[in-house]
């Protein structure tokens, strides 16, 4: 069983940083893309920012600039750096892995939150 836990949200003004950490634990053959989503009260999912086992990134155009993210492949972890915090940036935040358990077709597994809040 695959299992992805988050950490690292809370509560930051605006202007200030935090950094998420998702890391994925389990029978795990191999982790293709790693991300993260966001979700505010009735609104849609929304990608933040992805990052491939390669390296590759791919962020939302409201957060370009100001967040970054990495990942350790050795600790099947993913990291999402925020800078200059806003309060739109407010919502749960999600961790999504693309992975294999055995090999073959990939599936996808969400973390189950956390939440950040950007207020003064």
């Known amino acids: 069983q695959v299992q992805l836990v988050e950490s690292g949200g809370g509560l930051v003004q605006p202007g200030g940083s935090l950094r998420l950490s998702c890391a994925a634990s389990g029978s795990i053959f191999s982790i293709n893309t790693m991300g993260w989503y966001r979700q505010g009260p009735e609104k849609q999912r929304e990608l933040v920012a992805i990052?491939?086992?390669?390296?590759?990134?791919n962020y939302a155009d409201s957060v370009e600039g100001r967040f970054t993210i990495s990942r350790d492949n050795a600790r099947n972890t993913v990291y999402l750096q925020m800078n200059s915090l806003k309060p739109e940036d407010t919502p749960v935040y999600y961790c999504?892995?693309?992975?294999?358990?055995?090999?073959?077709?990939?599936?996808?597994?969400w973390g189950q939150g956390t939440q950040v809040t950007v207020s003064s």
């Open positions: 990052i491939t086992s390669g390296g590759s990134t």
């Open positions: 999504k892995a693309v992975l294999m358990v055995v090999p073959g077709p990939l599936s996808n597994y």
